[in-house]
């Protein structure tokens, strides 16, 4: 599943490509009453949480998700496409540029006033994230949960991937399989802070960076720890088996 860094860097190319422009063509694969039609005008491209939303005049939105599989590409009209059409879920096209969702799950057309994203928590990746409101929420959870699957939840914060569970985990010496209920709040609020000034800090970015080296723990099992040596470990972990990798030394 996409970071919430990912999306804000979709909507970051999407968006000169888009914002302002007429549709000349329109084609999306998605259910239910409400349709983009040519001529409409994109009056907004902008990441919400996990999900990129496209706003145009006559007040409907675009959202998409990509979940594991989904992914948006901005071509130049006339340019040869690097994936398949039938994989195109959502394709916008203007006078000069042609944007296609590929295989993403979640396509949906709608009115851009409805609350179908009011669920989601405030955005880590916006400099002036509330804080305060997200450790609210927090407080609210279940205390027996796992400290990397209440970091997953979107309904607390937005924006935090397995890559960033896990990295914020090792950056704060977080076990990924404490309890809620034995992280006290100042804890809570370095990890939350930690994981906004990674997203922050990856934004405009392509190549993720949490690390002097890269990423610390994420996709690197059986390496040395660059804290303190000991060796990264992995399993498959929480409700829908999201690998996790931490180390067991310092992590504790």
Not at 10 to 21: I, V, Y
Not at 63 to 84: A, D, I, K, P
Not at 150 to 178: H, M, T
Request: charged share 25%; proline share 4%; net charge neutral.
């Amino acid at each position: 599943m996409p970071e919430g860094d990912t999306l804000f860097n979709t909507a970051l190319t999407l968006r000169p490509a888009l914002l302002g422009e007429s549709l000349t063509a329109v084609s999306i694969r998605s259910r239910g009453m409400y349709r983009l039609r040519v001529g409409d005008t994109v009056r907004s491209v902008e990441a919400v949480g996990k999900f990129l939303e496209i706003v145009v005049e006559r007040g409907l939105a675009l959202r998409t998700h990509l979940h594991m599989t989904g992914v948006w590409h901005l071509y130049e009209q006339g340019e040869r496409w690097r994936r398949s059409r039938h994989l195109a879920r959502a394709v916008l096209e203007t006078e000069s540029h042609v944007a296609v969702c590929f295989a993403a799950p979640t396509v949906e057309v709608g009115p851009a006033a409805d609350d179908r994203l009011a669920h989601l928590g405030p955005d880590l990746c916006h400099a002036d994230v509330d804080l305060d409101a997200v450790l609210e929420r927090v407080a609210c959870s279940d205390p027996s949960t796992e400290i990397a699957e209440v970091l997953l939840d979107q309904r607390l914060a937005a924006g935090i991937g397995n890559v960033y569970k896990n990295e914020v985990l090792w950056a704060c010496e977080v076990s990924p399989f404490r309890p809620l209920a034995e992280v006290d709040e100042p804890m809570r609020r370095r990890l939350y802070e930690t994981a906004a000034e990674q997203l922050q800090a990856n934004l405009g970015r392509w190549k993720r960076q949490t690390h002097p080296k890269g990423l610390a723990v994420y996709n690197r099992a059986g390496q040395g720890c660059y804290r303190c040596l000991g060796r990264i470990r992995t399993i498959e972990h929480g409700d829908i088996g999201r690998r996790t990798w931490w180390c067991a030394d310092c992590q504790t």
